[in-house]
């Protein structure tokens, strides 16, 4: 497994625009990896760094709607496994859920 994470790892970390739905598609691999696996066997410092990125996803203003998207599904792998222990994290997620979804609708009503 550790050989698919750092695969995905070096994926999340490419800055060009053209690959944001490869990286896109990397994190949701992340998250069912670690959906599947539990927390037993899933790199508690994988889980750290996917978990940074996919906040960082939904944090930035710019980034296209499909990446904010995917970085909602990352967490809604991750929270079954993570469980309480998402709480620090849960209301951003909460709120870029949100705006995904009223952003969604302008673009839709356009």
Request: proline letters at 2%; charged letters at 25%.
């Amino acid at each position: 497994m550790n050989e698919i994470l750092e695969a995905l790892f070096k994926i999340i970390k490419t800055q060009s625009v053209e690959e944001q739905t490869i990286r896109g598609q990397a994190l949701i691999s992340c998250g069912v990896l670690a959906s599947v696996a539990g927390t037993d066997k899933f790199p508690k410092e994988a889980l750290q760094e996917f978990t940074q990125f996919a906040l960082e996803c939904l944090k930035q203003e710019d980034s296209k709607q499909q990446l904010r998207e995917t970085a909602i599904e990352y967490f809604s792998d991750i929270c079954k496994v993570v469980k309480s222990e998402m709480a620090p994290i849960f209301e951003t997620v909460l709120d870029q859920a949100l705006k995904s979804l009223t952003l969604n609708e302008v673009l839709s009503e356009e």
